[in-house]
């Protein structure tokens, strides 16, 4: 990970992120009902089993052919797991559950609007429905297995219907989040070469009526000049005839969904007995390059593990009502929102727009009406839940059994308030510290068995071994209070197999740095670099300090320092620019843009506003940066690189250090006057 392998938290931030160690208990209640609370799990988990422990997860799944070898590692690290298995994964999302609940809710779908009907849809409307569509693919699309196709959709029942029909086939579906722009959905299409997209034409966002098919028109332009043609654009019609003069069809390239649905009526396809090890799909994500990277997860492996997840972690029942709010754009929605609670015959909820809107009671009226038992979200929303309305869960008749946080840290006082007027004081609370890569959870407390500690998320989940390394590779014993480089020891099936396409950069990126042998065919030599720094308390848990390359996480949301800087530097003007990340009260961390320009050009609020559209049109809105600041120069090192370090203090109102070995100190002093 380039030259930025360095754990930058300082000692002293160290000392107090652990003045909290505070314990939390499960209740009697809880442990009660709870899904996994015999201890020996652990025992049996051991390193010493591994990896026939993985065996249990499987056992999950409904397997046309069980596997010939839990894990073969002749490729290494790209592991196959279950290898020789067959399944398919839309089988064991619908169709297993057919015979005993046909008729229960597998999806309830909220629009924004509320005077818009919830559709609560059964197990076998979602079959019948995934059956029509896979058809509409094979047939009217022309799809087959091991075919790539993009979906840029927004929150809807149609999206998990979109994705289990692919799935039915054995075509590899990369789902990009609908709030991306075309430009990042057609880099998407590119490197997918994706000859399909499915789209949808409009969504509520805010109360707002956005015209979503427009975004896509244009993205299929963009691909083809990047020289992926997009030969058809299937698109579903939420609100018929209200965009469609905004955006009409293209006469060959489009077809609209819900007209030619009407050919597969009553339509039934079997699903494809794919190998355990064949992809199931590719879910785009950020990191130290301009351009994201196509993490690929495999089938067995990867369902396996997030339905293991959702019974043990989130401690999921088929009774229970369980809503996950996250968008299913990012893995949070695929893993825990689809694959996990459908293979497990849960209910799930879909809500499509912001959890604050019309107003701060929203998300708890939605609870009390569906009868939510289960929730999670993120540390964003909580935080921003707590500010618009901090009072608000009291008004409602909702009650949690168990509540989830992901994506980034949280504070321990916003922990407590959502455990107490949100869990009403009754809920357990699950920090699941994982990332896209990784499929489902790497570090968090099994609810039933271990207690609750405000602020760290836990120690690695059964059957993960996390060790924290320094830089050269020393392990950081528990209890130093020193931070490091968090690995994970051992393979596990959720993780994703390769990087679509790029073999090398998956092997360089999370394996390059602690690989003692690179022809080794032994999993233990390739412990698994997260990115992230952490550091592990005495008891084994782990607290996460944040990345140590180029990306940064806002709103819970990955984005890479070097994507935005890219899309800067498409204006003409820019000559150099650097991103670096703020705190921000809600959102956790916030962008901020520091540009310097060519020669001969001049600073301007024009010049300003052109760069922030550079962003909007090259990303999409959630990229925008709290600020963006054209400085005459960007404080050097004197080999000329640029310290974002010394600008990133300037942001925070920080220490920027000691700046007189730079080429030009006398820069910071200006930098600081301009931000005040
Ligand atoms: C961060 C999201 C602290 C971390 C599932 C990781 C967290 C990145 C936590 C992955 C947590 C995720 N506590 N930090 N509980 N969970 N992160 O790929 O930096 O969008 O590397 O996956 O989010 O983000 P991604």
């Known amino acids: 990970m380039s030259d930025k392998n360095t754990v930058e938290t300082s000692e002293a931030e160290i000392a107090v992120h652990w003045k909290e160690e505070e314990y939390y208990y499960p209740s009697p209640g809880f442990i009660a009902q709870a899904n996994l609370t015999d201890e020996s799990v652990f025992d049996r988990f051991s390193l010493e089993n591994f990896p026939d422990y993985y065996t249990e997860f499987a056992e999950l799944l409904t397997w046309y052919k069980y596997w010939d070898e839990v894990l073969d590692t002749s490729d290494a690290p790209c592991w196959k797991w279950f290898r020789g298995g067959q399944l398919n994964a839309s089988y064991n999302c619908i169709d297993r559950h057919l015979a005993k609940n046909r008729n229960k809710t597998a999806i309830h779908f909220v629009p924004e609007l509320e005077d818009e009907p919830v559709h609560h849809m059964t197990y076998q409307e979602l079959y019948v429905r995934v059956n029509e569509f896979a058809a509409l693919l094979k047939e009217t699309a022309g799809l087959k297995r091991g075919d790539r196709v993009t979906i840029h959709m927004p929150m809807s029942a149609e999206l998990p219907i979109t994705m289990l029909a692919c799935a039915r086939l054995g075509v590899i579906h990369s789902v990009v989040f609908g709030g991306f722009s075309s430009s990042a959905c057609a880099d998407r299409v590119v490197d997918s070469n994706s000859r399909v997209l499915i789209t949808m034409d409009a969504y509520y966002r805010a109360g707002k009526l956005l015209n979503h098919k427009a975004v896509d028109d244009e993205a299929c332009e963009l691909a083809e000049k990047d020289g992926q043609k997009v030969d058809k654009m299937l698109v579903?019609?939420?609100?018929?005839?209200?965009?469609?003069?905004?955006?009409?069809?293209?006469?060959?390239?489009?077809?609209?969904?819900?007209?030619?649905?009407?050919?597969?009526?009553?339509?039934?396809?079997?699903?494809?007995?794919?190998?355990?090890?064949?992809?199931?799909?590719?879910?785009?994500?950020?990191?130290?390059?301009?351009?994201?990277?196509?993490?690929?997860?495999?089938?067995?492996?990867?369902?396996?593990?997030?339905?293991?997840?959702?019974?043990?972690?989130?401690?999921?029942?088929?009774?229970?009502?369980?809503?996950?709010?996250?968008?299913?754009?990012?893995?949070?929605?695929?893993?825990?929102?689809?694959?996990?609670?459908?293979?497990?015959?849960?209910?799930?909820?879909?809500?499509?727009?912001?959890?604050?809107?019309p107003d701060a009671g929203r998300s708890w009226r939605i609870a009390q009406d569906l009868g939510?038992?289960?929730?999670?979200?993120?540390?964003?929303?909580?935080?921003?839940?707590?500010?618009?309305?901090?009072?608000?869960?009291?008004?409602?008749?909702?009650?949690f059994k168990h509540m989830t946080t992901v994506g980034e840290p949280i504070e321990p006082e916003v922990w407590k308030w959502y455990e107490k007027e949100v869990g009403k004081g009754k809920a357990v609370i699950v920090d699941t510290y994982w990332q896209t890569e990784t499929?489902?959870?790497?570090?968090?407390?099994?609810?039933?068995?271990?207690?609750?500690?405000?602020?760290?998320?836990?120690?690695?989940?059964?059957?993960?071994?996390?060790?924290?390394?320094?830089?050269?590779?020393?392990?950081i014993i528990k209890g130093a209070g020193k931070a490091g480089n968090i690995c994970i020891q051992n393979p596990w099936p959720g993780c994703f197999q390769t990087i679509w396409g790029n073999r090398q950069r998956f092997v360089d990126t999370y394996f390059g740095m602690y690989n003692k042998d690179p022809n080794s065919k032994d999993w233990r030599d390739w412990p698994y670099l997260t990115?992230?720094?952490?550091?592990?308390?005495?008891?084994?848990?782990?607290?996460?300090?944040?990345?140590?390359?180029?990306?940064?996480?806002?709103?819970?949301?990955?984005?890479?320092?070097?994507?935005?800087?890219?899309?800067?530097?498409?204006?003409?003007?820019?000559?150099?620019?650097?991103v670096v990340p703020v705190n921000h009260e809600v959102k956790g961390k916030e962008p901020e843009l520091y540009v310097s320009l060519k020669p001969g050009y001049e600073a301007s609020p024009e010049l300003v506003q052109k760069v922030a559209d550079a962003i909007t049109f090259e990303i999409g809105k959630i990229a925008k940066c709290r600020n963006v600041w054209i400085v005459p120069d960007m404080p050097k090192t004197r080999s000329g690189k640029i310290m974002r370090r010394v600008l990133g203090a300037i942001s925070n109102k920080g220490d920027v250090g000691n700046v007189m070995t730079l080429a030009n100190p006398e820069i910071v002093e200006e930098i600081q006057k301009m931000v005040g």
Not at 254 to 268: F, M, Q, T, W
Not at 382 to 392: F, Q, S, T, Y
């Open 236 to 357: 579903w019609q939420r609100y018929p005839g209200k965009m469609s003069s905004d955006a009409p069809l293209v006469e060959g390239r489009d077809v609209v969904v819900n007209d030619e649905l009407k050919k597969y009526y009553g339509a039934r396809v079997e699903p494809e007995k794919m190998l355990s090890e064949e992809p199931l799909f590719l879910m785009y994500t950020s990191g130290t390059t301009g351009k994201p990277k196509g993490a690929q997860h495999g089938t067995g492996g990867y369902l396996a593990y997030v339905t293991a997840m959702s019974k043990y972690i989130q401690d999921i029942h088929p009774e229970d009502v369980y809503w996950c709010m996250a968008d299913i754009g990012w893995i949070t929605g695929h893993s825990f929102i689809v694959y996990g609670p459908l293979a497990l015959c849960a209910s799930t909820v879909i809500y499509e727009g912001v959890p604050t809107y």
């Open 372 to 399: 939510v038992n289960i929730f999670h979200t993120a540390p964003t929303a909580i935080r921003a839940l707590r500010k618009v309305g901090p009072d608000e869960p009291a008004k409602y008749d909702f009650h």
């Open 439 to 475: 499929g489902g959870f790497l570090c968090s407390t099994v609810p039933g068995l271990q207690p609750m500690k405000p602020g760290s998320a836990g120690p690695g989940v059964p059957g993960i071994h996390p060790i924290i390394f320094d830089e050269d590779g020393n392990e």
């Open 531 to 578: 990115g992230d720094a952490a550091v592990m308390s005495e008891d084994g848990y782990v607290r996460v300090l944040g990345r140590i390359d180029d990306v940064i996480n806002v709103s819970g949301h990955r984005l890479g320092t070097k994507e935005i800087e890219s899309a800067a530097l498409t204006v003409p003007e820019v000559a150099e620019a650097a």
